[in-house]
């Protein structure tokens, strides 16, 4: 069967702007490899990260709004790691290595953001070992291990969440 | 001259908005959600503490790929062939409609919307759609090539 033309692996929305767009990611069909950005009606696509030959490893795709930032995981031998680019809105070809995975043997399988604190979670397991949650700074540094795992984890996604608690015993009015 | 009642209202307009400004917060829980595809888990990670809390919310589950709305206080998940929503402890989990193999999936948390992609049987290549968080078993696909969303 032919290539659709519309292909999409990976996706992420920007809720934050106030222009809302759906990033996605092809690797194949009638249009180039990259990470496209479009209304969410589907209108005005554009190409927004060109130049990355191993999209197709791209395992985990999320944003960074705030600081306008284009955040994924890319699994595969050698350079499996955290990946950022811009969010510009124009056709760049901008993309770097943020932070690798520990080791040549292993699978980056997870990205969140935590916005707040500026910090990307990434998830991997290693090769015949544990799977690890690592953190870093939205330049990539001070990478350190969040939490350790298993041998028999696997994580496929992860998902950063922040729920305001009320003070115990605080009436609160909405007015 | 203004009436008692009148008075009053505006009194208790006053003290209204003199509580609301003074509303406190307990703070902010932060949580790591994600999907754990070797023991059928959906876990969370309690981000407050100085040693990170594991806690299983839902067993049973085959998820690959998970997605969260804070606001909402909903998660989502695909596992083989179906898309899932449940309240942020795990509860009430809900099937919202079925699916391909499971690639990716989005949350608009302003419109409460949900995107994903994946591969149908029949098609060599992975495809986006979207639903409402509320639009049990109806979807549309995606298609920027044609720039239509109800395609």
């Known amino acids: ?31 180039t490899q990259g990470i496209y950005r ?3 009606d589907a209108s005005n696509r554009v190409l927004q990260v060109d130049g990355d030959s191993r999209l197709n490893e791209m395992n985990s795709l999320t944003l960074n709004p705030t600081l306008g930032q284009i955040v994924y995981a890319r699994t595969g031998n050698p350079n499996n790691g955290v990946y950022g680019a811009d969010m510009t809105g124009e ?7 943020l932070a690798l995975s520990n080791g040549g043997y292993s699978y980056t399988k997870g990205v969140a953001v935590d916005q707040d604190d500026d910090k990307i979670y990434y998830a991997y397991e290693i090769y015949q070992g544990n799977a690890e949650i690592w953190r870093c700074d939205s330049d990539g540094s001070n990478a350190e291990q969040f939490i350790e795992l298993a041998v028999d984890d ?22 | 001259m203004r009436s008692n009642k009148t008075n009053m209202a505006l009194m208790v307009t006053f003290v209204v908005v003199q509580l609301s400004t003074f509303m406190a917060f307990g703070g902010v829980d932060k ?9 059928n888990t959906i876990e969370r990670i309690k981000m407050n503490n100085s040693t990170p809390a594991r806690e299983v919310i839902l067993t049973g589950r085959d998820a690959m790929e998970l997605a969260a709305d804070s606001d909402a206080g909903y998660i989502f998940w695909m596992d083989t062939y179906r898309v899932w929503r449940a309240e942020l402890d795990g509860a009430n989990p809900t099937q919202l409609t079925t699916c391909g ?11 409460e919307e949900l995107y994903w992609s994946d591969k149908q049987s029949a098609q060599k290549n992975s495809l986006l759609w979207w639903c409402r968080y509320n639009c049990i078993g109806r979807l549309s696909r995606y298609c920027h090539a044609c720039s239509n969303r109800q395609c």
Do not use: C, K, Q
């Open chain 1, 1 to 31: 069967m032919d290539a659709s033309p519309d292909t999409a692996m990976r996706a992420a929305i920007d809720n934050v702007n106030s222009n809302m767009y759906i990033y996605f990611s092809t690797t194949s069909g009638i249009y």
């Open chain 1, 38 to 40: 479009a209304n969410l």
């Open chain 2, 101 to 111: 193999w499971p690639y990716s999936l989005a949350v608009d948390t302003v419109n």
């Open chain 2, 31 to 39: 949580y790591l959600y994600f999907s754990n595809h070797e023991a």
């Open chain 1, 91 to 97: 056709v760049n070809s901008g993309y770097s290595l």
């Open chain 1, 154 to 175: 696997a994580i496929t996604g992860l998902g950063f969440v922040e729920i305001v608690v009320p003070d115990a015993g605080t009436v609160i009015i909405i007015d």
